[in-house]
C-alpha cells in the first residue's frame, strides 16, 4: 500500500513487543511511516493472545501491528546483529521496548546504535524510567495502573478497587512516546541532531493521572489532599431512565439554568444556583439529577438535552461502535484485504487537508518481509538469519 501521510519517508526500526511500543509505531505507520518490525524467531507475545483467523495472528497483534514489515531476526547472534546494525544505518528511528540493561547487553543502546547513525532518534520504551530506583522492575499495564493509583479511584468511586476496563497504560504511554519521538523527529529536522529519549509508562500515567487529580497537593504547602472531587463522587455514573441509561452533565451554570427551567425538579433552588455551589455539593446534585433521569426514557431525555446544548449521550456497547452512524459518516473504519480474509480496522482518529493518513495495510505474518527487506537493504539473502518465517 502506498505511503501518504505526514510521515511518508520516514523509516522505523521497530524492536518493541506487547502494546506500548506497537501502538507508537502502528500510528506512524498509519501516517506513512515505513515501519520495519523485528521480532525473534517465536515472535511477538501478542500474536498469540486474542481471537485470531490464524495462529500467530490475533486481533490484538493484528490491530497493533498493521502496515509493518516483520522481519525475523535472532539478535543472540552475531549474525542477527549485524543485520539490524545495516537495518539501524539506514532508519531514521530506533525504538525498542527492552529494559536498558537487556538493549545494552545485545549491544544496542544508544552509544552503539548513534556510532552506526548519529543523527537516528532513539526511543526507549520502558516501565520505569532509568534515574529511579524501580528502573529494573518489570511493568504490565495491570502493575502501572495500581502505581499511579487508578484502583484506588475506582475505590473511591464504586467501593471496591479495580482497574478500568481497557489497558490504558499502554495506550496512553504508546501516544507519548509517539509524540516524544515526533518532537525528538522534529528538532532533527530544524538542526540535523539526532537524540536519545525516553518514555516510562509508571511516569507518563503518574503525570496523566496528576493532570486534574493533583488538585490542592500540588501546591506548598498543600491546601487539601490529591483528588479532583468531581471524578470520584460516588454518584458520578451514568443514569438510569425509564427504559435505559443515558450520560448527560448538567455543569455549567448556562446548562443549569437551562435544565431547571425545563425540567422543574422539585429539589432545585437558590442553594444550587451557581457552579461554586453544585461543586461543593456535587456528589448530592448527581443523587438528585438520578432521581430525576429515572422520569423519562432516554430518547426523550436525549431530545431535550440536545435541544438545550446539554451533553448528552447514550451509553453504547463495544459491538455498537462498528454501525455507529457518526463514525460511519466520518469514515473511521476502514476494511482491508488480507491473507485470512477482510479485516475491518478502526483507522486514523485525525485528519490531514494535504497529507492524510490512512490504515497503512495488513498486518505481517511472523518474518513475512525478512527477504524483501534484505534484498532492499543490500543485506545477504542467504545468511540463515534472514531465512523467512512463516507459521501459517
Given at each position: 500500500m502506498?505511503?501518504?501521510?505526514?510521515l511518508s519517508g520516514?523509516?522505523?526500526?521497530?524492536l518493541?513487543?506487547m502494546?506500548?511500543?506497537p501502538y507508537?509505531?502502528?500510528?506512524m505507520?498509519?501516517?506513512?511511516?515505513?515501519v520495519?518490525?523485528?521480532e525473534?524467531p517465536a515472535?511477538?507475545?501478542?500474536?498469540?493472545?486474542?481471537?485470531?483467523p490464524?495462529?500467530?495472528?490475533s486481533?490484538?497483534?493484528v490491530?497493533?501491528?498493521?502496515?509493518?514489515?516483520?522481519?525475523?531476526?535472532?539478535l543472540?547472534?552475531?549474525?542477527g546483529?549485524?543485520?539490524?546494525?545495516?537495518?539501524?544505518?539506514q532508519?531514521d528511528v530506533?525504538?525498542?521496548s527492552m529494559?536498558?540493561?537487556?538493549?545494552?547487553a545485545l549491544?544496542f543502546?544508544?552509544?552503539?546504535?548513534?556510532?552506526?547513525n548519529e543523527?537516528i532518534?532513539y526511543t526507549n520504551?520502558?516501565?520505569?524510567g532509568?534515574?529511579g530506583p524501580?528502573a529494573?522492575?518489570?511493568?504490565y499495564?495491570?502493575?502501572?495502573?495500581?502505581e499511579?493509583?487508578?484502583?484506588?479511584v475506582q475505590?473511591?468511586?464504586?467501593?471496591e478497587?479495580?482497574y478500568v476496563?481497557t489497558?490504558i497504560?499502554?495506550?496512553?504511554a504508546?501516544?507519548?512516546?509517539l509524540y516524544a519521538?515526533?518532537?525528538a523527529?522534529?528538532?532533527?529536522?530544524?538542526?540535523?541532531e539526532?537524540?536519545?529519549?525516553?518514555v516510562?509508562?509508571?511516569e507518563?500515567?503518574a503525570a496523566f493521572?496528576?493532570?486534574?487529580?493533583a488538585?490542592?497537593a500540588?501546591f506548598?504547602p498543600p491546601?487539601?489532599p490529591?483528588?479532583y472531587?468531581?471524578?470520584?463522587a460516588?454518584?458520578?455514573?451514568?443514569y438510569r431512565?425509564k427504559?435505559?441509561q443515558i450520560?448527560?452533565?448538567?455543569?455549567?451554570d448556562?446548562?443549569?439554568g437551562?435544565?431547571?427551567?425545563?425540567?422543574?425538579p422539585?429539589?432545585?433552588?437558590d442553594?444550587?444556583?451557581?457552579?461554586?455551589?453544585?461543586?461543593?455539593r456535587?456528589d448530592?446534585?448527581?443523587?438528585?439529577?438520578g432521581?430525576t433521569?429515572?422520569?423519562?426514557t432516554?430518547q426523550?431525555?436525549l431530545d431535550?438535552?440536545r435541544s438545550l446544548?446539554i451533553?448528552?449521550?447514550?451509553?453504547?456497547t463495544l459491538?455498537?461502535?462498528?454501525?455507529n452512524?457518526?463514525l460511519?459518516a466520518?469514515?473511521?473504519?476502514?476494511e482491508?484485504?488480507?491473507?485470512?480474509?477482510?479485516?475491518?480496522?478502526?483507522g486514523?482518529?485525525?485528519?490531514f487537508?494535504?497529507?492524510?493518513?490512512r490504515?497503512?495495510?495488513p498486518?505481517?505474518r511472523?518474518g513475512?518481509h525478512?527477504?524483501?527487506?534484505?534484498?532492499?537493504f543490500?543485506?545477504?539473502?542467504?545468511?540463515s538469519h534472514?531465512?523467512?518465517?512463516?507459521?501459517?
Amino acid at each position: 500500500m502506498k505511503h501518504t501521510g505526514p510521515l511518508s519517508g520516514v523509516r522505523v526500526v521497530d524492536l518493541t513487543a506487547m502494546v506500548m511500543g506497537p501502538y507508537c509505531t502502528q500510528i506512524m505507520a498509519d501516517m506513512g511511516a515505513d515501519v520495519i518490525k523485528v521480532e525473534p524467531p517465536a515472535g511477538d507475545n501478542t500474536r498469540y493472545i486474542s481471537d485470531g483467523p490464524e495462529p500467530g495472528m490475533s486481533g490484538v497483534f493484528v490491530n497493533v501491528n498493521r502496515g509493518k514489515r516483520s522481519v525475523v531476526l535472532d539478535l543472540r547472534t552475531d549474525a542477527g546483529k549485524d543485520v539490524l546494525r545495516g537495518l539501524v544505518a539506514q532508519a531514521d528511528v530506533f525504538i525498542h521496548s527492552m529494559r536498558g540493561a537487556a538493549v545494552s547487553a545485545l549491544g544496542f543502546g544508544y552509544d552503539e546504535v548513534s556510532a552506526i547513525n548519529e543523527t537516528i532518534v532513539y526511543t526507549n520504551c520502558y516501565g520505569y524510567g532509568r534515574r529511579g530506583p524501580d528502573a529494573n522492575l518489570t511493568a504490565y499495564d495491570d502493575t502501572i495502573q495500581a502505581e499511579c493509583g487508578l484502583p484506588s479511584v475506582q475505590e473511591r468511586l464504586t467501593g471496591e478497587s479495580g482497574y478500568v476496563g481497557t489497558i490504558i497504560a499502554d495506550k496512553v504511554a504508546g501516544m507519548t512516546a509517539l509524540y516524544a519521538t515526533m518532537m525528538a523527529l522534529f528538532h532533527r529536522e530544524r538542526t540535523g541532531e539526532g537524540q536519545e529519549v525516553e518514555v516510562a509508562m509508571f511516569e507518563t500515567m503518574a503525570a496523566f493521572m496528576l493532570v486534574e487529580h493533583a488538585n490542592g497537593a500540588m501546591f506548598s504547602p498543600p491546601l487539601g489532599p490529591a483528588g479532583y472531587p468531581r471524578a470520584v463522587a460516588p454518584n458520578r455514573r451514568p443514569y438510569r431512565t425509564k427504559d435505559g441509561q443515558i450520560s448527560a452533565l448538567v455543569y455549567n451554570d448556562k446548562q443549569w439554568g437551562a435544565f431547571v427551567e425545563a425540567v422543574r425538579p422539585p429539589w432545585a433552588g437558590d442553594h444550587l444556583a451557581t457552579l461554586e455551589q453544585r461543586v461543593a455539593r456535587i456528589d448530592t446534585v448527581y443523587a438528585l439529577l438520578g432521581e430525576t433521569f429515572l422520569e423519562r426514557t432516554t430518547q426523550e431525555w436525549l431530545d431535550l438535552l440536545r435541544s438545550l446544548d446539554i451533553p448528552a449521550a447514550p451509553v453504547r456497547t463495544l459491538d455498537e461502535l462498528f454501525d455507529n452512524p457518526h463514525l460511519e459518516a466520518v469514515g473511521l473504519f476502514e476494511e482491508v484485504d488480507t491473507q485470512t480474509g477482510p479485516v475491518r480496522f478502526p483507522g486514523p482518529p485525525t485528519w490531514f487537508s494535504r497529507t492524510p493518513g490512512r490504515v497503512a495495510g495488513p498486518a505481517p505474518r511472523l518474518g513475512e518481509h525478512t527477504a524483501e527487506v534484505a534484498d532492499e537493504f543490500r543485506l545477504s539473502p542467504t545468511d540463515s538469519h534472514l531465512a523467512r518465517t512463516d507459521r501459517s
